[in-house]
């Protein structure tokens, strides 16, 4: 069964800092490109940053860029999300995603939510 668990959201007051980690289980994680969402009520969800299989390569919204930081642990199957000087556009609920490259299955977390709130 493929599971995706994100944590560490919460509530944070502009310029703070947070770092989401997302467990997967399920599925080869090394095989699989990952990506952070998010998405606030009555938009679209939008991609925040992806990671290559073995985190060589990493791309940012340029929202983000300079100020959060994805990186990924194989041996623990885990990805993180490490963000910085964060502002009040950036409350969201943040979602994990791992797409399988050779499949190209794709399989969604449940979502933590970041609140940034003075």
């Known amino acids: 069964q493929v599971q995706l668990v994100e944590s560490g959201g919460g509530w944070v007051q502009p310029g703070e800092s947070l770092r989401l980690s997302c467990a997967a289980s399920?599925?080869?994680?090394?095989?699989?490109?990952m990506s952070w969402y998010r998405q606030t009520p009555g938009k679209e969800r939008e991609l925040v940053a992806s990671?290559?299989?073995?985190?060589?390569?990493?791309t940012y919204a340029d929202s983000v860029k300079g100020r959060f930081t994805m990186s990924r642990d194989n041996a623990k199957n885990t990805i993180y999300l490490q963000m910085n000087s964060l502002k009040l556009e950036d409350t969201a609920v943040y979602y994990c995603?791992?797409?399988?490259?050779?499949?190209?299955?794709?399989?969604w977390g449940q979502g933590t939510q970041v609140t940034v709130s003075s």
């Open positions: 990671i290559s299989r073995v985190g060589g390569s990493t």
């Open positions: 995603k791992a797409r399988v490259i050779l499949t190209n299955d794709a399989y």
């Open positions: 399920g599925f080869a994680f090394s095989r699989a490109a």
